[in-house]
């Protein structure tokens, strides 16, 4: 692995953080656990929510591609950084001043408990797209990927590395629940009430650290 490959694999890690411990990554893998068939429907809601993932930042990386970044990093690069940064410290601002309104789940979320395995993975596939956050970070992660200068495989690498870590808070429940089963259902409730109560203040003290980071990276390489 080239010096260059390892230091977008650690830039990627504060992007994929984001993803993976959004409400809308965690929950909706706790309540697929609930369902009539809980096996084969958690593990094909896992296989839509990857499959999402890395569709959508492939796009990202092809279109970073088409504007000449994938062979050598183009000086748009440094700029793109600043947008995203200033991006999330603003995502991160807003997630702050309504925290006290994000204490429960949607309604709709109710639902997937009933889902069978194939509209579990039409579900966790569309959940990628229409959540705002998620889909800006596999855009953000997707053209940083493809400015980086890495070449195809390098790209290819980091793309999945991106993926595994973004899906890691998806995939640890369902393959846990896969191996050790009803077992889990007390602590992966608990889990799921921490986070309705919590998740808004740590996802926003997140967003904006990350943001920072990203932002001195961006000003740094002008």
Do not use: Q
Request: hydrophobic content about 60%; glycine content about 10%.
């Amino acid at each position: 692995m080239t010096v260059g490959v390892g230091s977008e694999l650690a830039e990627l890690i504060p992007l994929a953080l984001v993803v993976a411990i959004s409400p809308l990554s965690i929950i909706p893998a706790v309540l697929v656990l609930h369902t009539p068939r809980p096996r084969p429907t958690s593990l094909a809601f896992l296989a839509g929510w990857i499959f999402g993932l890395a569709a959508l930042t492939a796009i990202f990386v092809e279109v970073s591609s088409l504007l000449g970044g994938l062979e050598k990093a183009p000086r748009w690069a440094a700029w793109l950084r600043i947008v995203v940064g200033v991006a999330l410290v603003v995502f991160g601002a807003v997630r702050w001043s309504t925290r006290k309104r994000s204490n429960h789940s949607p309604a709709w979320m109710n639902k997937i408990t009933g889902a069978t395995p194939g509209r579990a993975a039409v579900i966790a596939a569309t959940l990628v797209v229409v959540n705002p956050k998620v889909l800006f970070i596999c855009a953000a992660a997707g053209l940083a990927i493809g400015s980086a200068g890495l070449g195809t495989a390098g790209a290819w690498i980091s793309e999945a590395f991106y993926v595994l870590v973004a899906g890691s808070s998806v995939a640890i429940p369902v393959l846990a629940y896969a191996v050790a089963g009803e077992r889990l259902d007390a602590p992966l409730a608990r889990l799921k009430e921490w986070m309705e109560r919590h998740n808004a203040s740590l996802v926003a003290a997140i967003l904006v650290i990350i943001g920072l980071l990203v932002l001195y990276k961006g000003i740094h390489g002008l």
